[in-house]
C-alpha cells in the first residue's frame, strides 16, 4: 500500500449461541487482516470489535480513507446515528436504559476521531467478497474459544502495527545479527524497523539498550536466539518481502480487483432492492385489490352508522333483489297477480303451468317456509360457531360462512371472509353463554340471532343473521355487526 491511497476493509463478528463463544475479524486482503474473541459474547460485540480492531490497526495512516463493509445494521446505525443522542443522554436511550456494549462504544467514538471513513452495508452471506473473508475468520474465532483453543491472530495491518514486535527488546535484536548469516540482518531490520529508529522511552534498562555484544553472557545471547526463532515460528517476525511495499503492478492489479468486487456487490444490492420494492409494490397492489373486493357494494353506506343500516339493505336482499333471483312461473306475466318476495319463495315452485305453456328447467329447491323454519336451529349454529369456530376445521368453518359475509366489528369495520377464515382465533373470542339472546323471523330463509356476549375484548351487542341455504340444507352466516354494550 502506498501513502494514498485509500483502505478497503471488511469488519464482522459472530457469535455461537448468541451469546456463547463469540469472535471478531475485519480483512483487506491476505497479508492484512486479524481476528479475535472471547469465551462469552454476543454477535453485537463481536461487531463492534471487529470495526474497533480496525480503526486501531489503521491509525498510524490518518490520511487514508477508511472504506468499511459491515452486514450489521446496529454498527452503522450506532456509530453514524445513535451514538451523538446517547452521549448527550449520559450513554442512555430514549426509553431510559443503559446503552448496551459502552466501552466498545466509547473507545470507537474516539477512534473515530479525526479519521476519515465511509461505512457500506452489504447483505450478509450474499457472495461479497470481502464480507465472506471476514465472516469465516470471525467464525473461526468463535469456534475456536469454543473448542478451548486459540485462534489465529492474523497478521495485522503491518509491521508497524504488530505490537509483538515493537515489545521486543532491543538485546534481541542485536544479539543475532553478529552470527547470523548475510541474509539474516536484512530480515530483521525489515522486520523491526520501529526498534532501530525509535526512541526508547526512559527506563532503568534504556541505558543498556545499545551495549555492545561483548558485554551479554552466551546464554543471554543464546536466549536471544531462541525468542527471535519463536516470532519467526509463529509468524510475527515476516521477510522483508511481507513488509516493503508490494510491487506496483501487483499493487494496481489489486486494486482493480477490489474496484471490480466493489462494482458487483454494488450490482447485487440495487438488484436485490429492486426486486424488494418490486415484491412489495406487488404485494401494496394485492392488498389493495383484495381490500377493494371486499368493500365492493359497500360504497352506498359509507360514512353511515352501522346501527342506521338496514341489515336486509345491507346485505343487498331488497324485494327488487329477492324477485330478480326467484324462478319466474310459467304463466304469461299478465295473467299473474302481483307478488311478495315471501309469496313468489314458496308458492312458485308448486303453480303448474298451462298446458300452452312450453316445458320449462325445473326450478332449484326453494327455502324452508316460514311457517316451518326452525329459528331454533340457527341459534344452534350460531352456539356452534362461537364455541368451535376458531377450531374447526377450514372446511367446516368455510361451509358456515357465507360467500357474501359482511362483518361489521364492534370499532366500526367492515372486514372481509377471508380475514375471518384467515384470523379466527381473533374472531370467534366469546367467553362462556350468551348474558342474553333472542332469535327472530326476518323472512322465509333468513333469522336474526341477538345477543349480548362477553368477549376477550369486552362485552358487546351482537346481531347475526342466518340464512338458510336449501340446496345444502345448512345454515349459513350471512351478516354479522358487533357494538360495544354500554
Known amino acids: 500500500m502506498n501513502s494514498t491511497q485509500e483502505i478497503i476493509a471488511a469488519a464482522d463478528g459472530s457469535a455461537l449461541g448468541n451469546p456463547g463463544p463469540a469472535g471478531w475479524a475485519w480483512y483487506i486482503d491476505d497479508d492484512h487482516w486479524a481476528s479475535g474473541g472471547w469465551a462469552h459474547g454476543t454477535n ?38 445513535w451514538m451523538p443522542g446517547w452521549k448527550k443522554k449520559g450513554w442512555k436511550k430514549s426509553d431510559g ?57 492474523g497478521p495485522g495491518f503491518g509491521a508497524s502495527a504488530e505490537p509483538a514486535a515493537a515489545a521486543v527488546e532491543p538485546v534481541a535484536v542485536e544479539a543475532p545479527i553478529v552470527n547470523a548469516p548475510a541474509a539474516e540482518p536484512a530480515l530483521l531490520d525489515a522486520a523491526l524497523p520501529e526498534v532501530a529508529l525509535s526512541e526508547p522511552a526512559p527506563s532503568e534498562s534504556s541505558a543498556d539498550a545499545h551495549l555492545p555484544v561483548q558485554e551479554f553472557t552466551a546464554a543471554e545471547i543464546e536466549n536471544a536466539q531462541r525468542g527471535v526463532e519463536s516470532l519467526r515460528l509463529s509468524g510475527l517476525l515476516r521477510p522483508a518481502s511481507a513488509v516493503n511495499a508490494p510491487d506496483p503492478e501487483a499493487v494496481r492489479t489489486r486494486k482493480e480487483q477490489l474496484a471490480l468486487a466493489a462494482e458487483r456487490a454494488a450490482e447485487r444490492d440495487a438488484k436485490a432492492l429492486a426486486l424488494q420494492q418490486e415484491t412489495a409494490q406487488q404485494a401494496s397492489t394485492a392488498a389493495q385489490a383484495e381490500e377493494e373486493d371486499d368493500l365492493t357494494g359497500l360504497e352506498e353506506f359509507a360514512g353511515l352508522d352501522p346501527n342506521d343500516v338496514d341489515p ?15 324462478v319466474e312461473p310459467a304463466v304469461e306475466p299478465a295473467a299473474a297477480p302481483a ?48 364455541s368451535r369456530g376458531s377450531a374447526m376445521e377450514a372446511a367446516q368453518l368455510e361451509s358456515m360462512l357465507h360467500e357474501r359475509l359482511v362483518w361489521v366489528t364492534a370499532t366500526g369495520k367492515s372486514v372481509s371472509r377471508s380475514s375471518v377464515l384467515q384470523y379466527r382465533e381473533r374472531a370467534f373470542t366469546q367467553q362462556g353463554a350468551p348474558l342474553k339472546q333472542g332469535v327472530q323471523v326476518l323472512d322465509s330463509s333468513s333469522v336474526l340471532v341477538m345477543a349480548a356476549v362477553a368477549t376477550a375484548r369486552g362485552r358487546v351487542s351482537r346481531s347475526s343473521i342466518w340464512h338458510y341455504d336449501a340446496e345444502r340444507g345448512l345454515w349459513r352466516l350471512r351478516f354479522r355487526q358487533e357494538t360495544p354494550a354500554s
Not at 55 to 68: C, G, H, I, N, Y
Not at 119 to 129: D, L, M, N, S, T
Not at 344 to 355: I, L, T
Open 339 to 386: 307478488q311478495t318476495v315471501e309469496s313468489a319463495q314458496v308458492e312458485a315452485p308448486v303453480e303448474e303451468a298451462p298446458a300452452s305453456a312450453p316445458a320449462r328447467t325445473a326450478p332449484a329447491a326453494p327455502a324452508p317456509n316460514p311457517a316451518v323454519l326452525n329459528p331454533e336451529e340457527a341459534s344452534a349454529a350460531e352456539q356452534l360457531l362461537e
Open 97 to 153: 436504559k443503559p446503552v448496551l456494549n459502552r466501552d466498545l462504544l466509547e473507545a470507537l467514538d474516539q477512534a473515530l476521531t479525526g479519521r476519515d471513513y465511509e461505512f457500506i452495508w452489504v447483505k450478509g452471506h450474499a457472495g461479497h467478497e470481502l464480507n465472506e473473508k471476514a465472516d469465516s475468520l470471525a467464525n473461526g474465532a468463535a469456534r475456536a474459544y469454543q473448542e478451548g483453543r486459540e485462534p489465529a491472530h
Open 44 to 81: 453485537n460485540m463481536g461487531e463492534l470489535k471487529a470495526v474497533l480492531d480496525l480503526f486501531e490497526a489503521t491509525a498510524s495512516r490518518p490520511e487514508a480513507k477508511l472504506r468499511v463493509y459491515c452486514d450489521s445494521q446496529y454498527v452503522i446505525n450506532s456509530l453514524t446515528k
Open 312 to 326: 336486509a339493505e345491507l346485505l343487498g336482499e331488497t324485494e327488487e333483489h329477492a324477485e330478480e333471483q326467484t
